[in-house]
T-cell receptor, first 113, second 116 residues
Framework: GENVEQHPSTLSVQEGDSAVIKCTYSDSASNYFPWYKQELGKRPQLIID?????GEKKDQRIAVTLNKTAKHFSLHITETQPEDSAVYFCAARAYSSASKIIFGSGTRLSIRP | GAVVSQHPSWVICKSGTSVKIECRSL??????MFWYRQFPKQSLMLMATSNEGSKATYEQGVEKDKFLINHASLTLSTLTVTSAHPEDSSFYIC????????????FGPGTRLLVL
């Protein structure tokens, strides 16, 4: 089955700087890669996703890149703000009848004022 | 976006009792729902995939007789934790996927279970 690895587990950046979170996946059949932001005690919120037919996607300060050959994908947050502090999860899913999403281990991002 | 609700939002029970958690898709039909468990400072671990009108598919290591899942309609799936023990205390989150092969899954707000 799919295995998603994520790093770093914790990340602290100065407000205004960029943050990068990296993930790898094992199942070459995976073709959908969402990223979630989870605040303490709340549900995961989808912030951006990318499909395997695209190498990069951007939405304002957030961008995601995908390298299918290397099975790597990354989240980039630019001009970080205090409200970006949260736990971020990458995930992967193979399009099939099961279509279950497998999560990475999470990155706790802290933005220093 | 689509809305998924869970009930209750939190529950405290005595060891040995059973607890039922409901997951509802409020404005769409969900042929498939997923149940996750999240321990403090850990990731979401998939427990089972719930398919409307058929038996749930459990992930390796998840006891199907302990975590009973029923998906009786296109808008409701239930998870029953039977004979709960303190180690079952966790944050249980469901998600629902719209029918028609859409890839987006919508998460419920989660249920925090504390077993004393």
């Amino acid at each position: 089955g799919e295995n998603v690895e994520q790093h770093p587990s914790t990340l602290s950046v100065q407000e205004g700087d960029s943050a990068v979170i990296k993930c790898t996946y094992s199942d070459s059949a995976s073709n959908y890669f969402p990223w979630y932001k989870q605040e303490l005690g709340k549900r995961p919120q989808l912030i951006i996703d990318i499909r395997s037919n695209v190498g990069e996607k951007k939405d304002q300060r957030i961008a995601v890149t995908l390298n299918k050959t290397a099975k790597h994908f990354s989240l980039h947050i630019t001009e970080t703000q205090p409200e970006d502090s949260a736990v971020y999860f990458c995930a992967a899913r193979a399009y099939s009848s099961a279509s279950k999403i497998i999560f990475g281990s999470g990155t706790r991002l802290s933005i220093r004022p | 976006g689509a809305v998924v609700s869970q009930h209750p939002s939190w529950v405290i029970c005595k060891s040995g009792t059973s607890v039922k958690i409901e997951c509802r898709s409020l404005d769409f039909q969900a042929t498939t729902m997923f149940w996750y468990r999240q321990f403090p400072k850990q990731s979401l671990m998939l427990m089972a995939t719930s398919n409307e009108g058929s038996k749930a598919t459990y992930e390796q290591g998840v006891e199907k007789d302990k975590f009973l899942i029923n998906h009786a309609s296109l808008t409701l799936s239930t998870l029953t934790v039977t004979s709960a023990h303190p180690e079952d205390s966790s944050f249980y989150i469901c998600s629902a996927r719209t029918s028609g092969g859409q890839e987006t899954q919508y998460f419920g707000p989660g249920t925090r279970l504390l077993v004393l």
